[in-house]
């Protein structure tokens, strides 16, 4: 008859394991594979799938593990890009935010280009010019998914950073940059108008804030009371989003005035409506005697 003592000699209870990051053994094991990043490549825009992954880390039932991808598309994928985007009002200083982020680029040695919207007619099209006079060369496009083609894709590839001004007016704006900074690696500095003379969100600036690495809203001065501005008062009548122009046009303004100057306009517009309509009834009248 076995003791107590001599059946437990005669199992072997092995000791519980180290937890795996706590085990100095362990080695966090390295996966290939290359079928992912074929899947992930996608060319087009509207809704492009992720890009193929050159390396993960996580951590399954409770193990580390690191994936590579070591297929030749990852290989050959360019680092991934930034969004930047700067808002605010007109004569806020944007296009000269904008001019100053592209120079110190290319002051450090990253190839730039600068885009802005052919609609804007201001300066003439060659250049992005700011209120003050300082400009840049530019691309004057209407619609942002032309500026590869115009390029050419072998230039387009040499390129590190894009400005894009007048953002308002690019349609496309959301999967330009999209594709820019997922799939191309591109640096896209953006700078628009949030809202527009009647405060409504403009074009498609603030759908891009998603997608941004860092967002700036700039302020100018009240051009009634010094004071802070964040909004674009137009001084005239017409009620179009989309009016090209300068201080002949718009005024940068404080909250105050921007809603007292609302009312003066409207009720400007009212009185020179009525006005217009008493004219009419007064001329049909004439008319008809
Ligand atoms: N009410 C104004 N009218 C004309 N120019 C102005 C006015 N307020 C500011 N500015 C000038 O405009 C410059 C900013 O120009 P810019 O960078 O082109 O602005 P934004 O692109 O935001 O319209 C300011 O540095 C200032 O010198
Ligand atoms: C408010 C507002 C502005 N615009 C136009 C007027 C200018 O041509 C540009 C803005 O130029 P900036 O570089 O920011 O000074 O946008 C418009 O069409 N509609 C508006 O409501
Ligand atoms: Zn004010």
């Given at each position: 008859?076995?003791?107590?003592s001599q ?16 085990n ?63 808002v ?15 120079q ?23 250049s ?135 009312v ?26």
């Amino acid at each position: 008859m076995l003791q107590i003592s001599q059946m437990k000699s005669l199992l072997f209870i092995p000791p519980k394991p180290l937890p795996f990051h706590q085990n100095p053994n362990f080695k966090k094991p390295t996966i290939f594979f290359s079928q992912i990043s074929r899947l992930t490549h996608s060319s087009g825009p509207a809704n492009p799938l992720p890009r193929p992954l050159s390396a993960m880390n996580g951590v399954i039932d409770g193990r580390d593990f690191t994936i590579e991808d070591r297929s030749s598309a990852a290989a050959a994928a360019p680092p991934f890009g930034e969004i930047h985007v700067i808002v605010g009002p007109m004569f806020a200083g944007k296009t000269t935010a904008l001019l100053r982020r592209i120079q110190a680029e290319s002051a450090s040695g990253r190839r730039v280009a600068m885009i802005k919207s052919n609609k804007d007619t201001r300066y003439g099209l060659d250049s992005v010019v700011t209120h003050d006079g300082v400009k840049m060369p530019c691309w004057a496009l209407t619609d942002l998914s032309i500026f590869k083609v115009k390029m050419g894709p072998e230039a387009y590839n040499k390129i590190d950073v894009i400005g894009i001004d007048e953002a308002q007016f690019f349609k496309d704006l959301y999967e330009f940059c999209c594709n820019a900074a997922d799939q191309d690696g591109k640096t896209v500095i953006v700078a628009g108008l949030d809202g527009d003379y009647l405060r409504r969100s403009f074009g498609s600036v603030l759908d891009i804030i998603p997608l941004a690495d860092s967002v700036t809203k700039l302020t100018a001065r009240c051009e009634l009371c010094g004071k802070r501005a964040a909004f674009t008062l137009r001084k005239t009548n017409e009620t179009q989003t989309e009016l090209i122009g300068g201080s002949d046009v718009y005024m940068p303004v404080c909250r105050k005035h921007y809603v007292n100057g609302q009312v003066v306009i409207e009720t400007t517009r009212d009185v020179l409506e009525s006005g217009k309509a008493h004219c009419n009834s007064a001329l049909e009248a004439a008319t008809v005697v």
